[in-house]
T-cell receptor, first 114, second 111 residues
Framework: GAGVSQTPSNKVTEKGKYVELRCDPI?????LYWYRQSLGQGPEFLIY????????DSGLPNDRFFAVRPEGSVSTLKIQRTERGDSAVYLC????????????FGPGTRLLVL | DAKTTQPNSMESNEEEPVHLPCNHS???????IHWYRQLPSQGPEYVIH???SNVNNRMASLAIAEDRKSSTLILHRATLRDAAVYYC????????????FGAGTRLTVKP
């Protein structure tokens, strides 16, 4: 079956611009996670959705970052006024149920802010 | 959060066993030990997890010390496709929704 997909695979933008990154989870998975991975580091948790609601957004670095999941399936991570330090790979994962389930990751979106 | 310590890198020869260590001296009673790996240019993938007893699956084995302060991921016969970064993660499942990744161990497999 289809895994987690993320679009675009690569995004280049200029400092100060707004970007949206999309995640399509595995069908039927109620939990969805966003992570950010800088070069040479492990993924860093950003936000966790259970259904349509953000159950834990403690990892979002500041108010420029926002994520939505309006219908409990597809999620969009939104970054306003991008900065060069936002350059990273943004990973999305989904799991069947709650936090005890195995997470299945997408290939990530590589964001480069010039 | 309980923290894990792993070597930065390890090397193995193809078709030989690999033992990847992880120290987690501050582990709590409700922490599960999870292992994920990340192949080049891909997202992480689940390998195995356990609580107290040793675990086996088709990918690997997980050996957990009796005091649970350390564990070892065992790949029985390394292949070139096993070259990846391996992450050891503690999940206090009833209380935490996310996974806290460290830097992991970069495994190189030599032909």
């Amino acid at each position: 079956g289809a895994g987690v997909s993320q679009t675009p695979s690569n995004k280049v933008t200029e400092k100060g611009k707004y970007v949206e990154l999309r995640c399509d989870p595995i069908s039927g998975h109620t939990a969805l996670y966003w992570y950010r991975q800088s070069l040479g580091q492990g993924p860093e948790f950003l936000i966790y959705f259970q259904g349509t609601g953000a159950a834990d957004d403690s990892g979002l670095p500041n108010d420029r970052f926002f994520a939505v999941r309006p219908e409990g399936s597809v999620s969009t991570l939104k970054i306003q006024r991008t900065e060069r330090g936002d350059s990273a790979v943004y990973l999305c994962a989904s799991s069947l149920g709650g936090s005890q389930e195995t997470q299945y990751f997408g290939p990530g979106t590589r964001l480069l802010v010039l | 959060d309980a923290k894990t310590t792993q070597p930065n890198s390890m090397e193995s020869n193809e078709e030989e066993p690999v033992h990847l260590p992880c120290n987690h001296s501050t582990i709590s009673g409700t922490d599960y030990i999870h292992w994920y790996r990340q192949l080049p240019s891909q997202g992480p993938e689940y390998v195995i997890h356990g609580l107290t007893s040793n675990v086996n699956n088709r990918m690997a084995s997980l050996a957990i010390a009796e005091d649970r302060k350390s564990s070892t991921l065992i790949l029985h016969r390394a292949t070139l496709r096993d070259a990846a970064v391996y992450y050891c993660i503690l999940r206090d499942v009833p209380n935490n929704n996310d996974m806290r990744f460290g830097a992991g161990t970069r495994l190189t497999v030599k032909p």
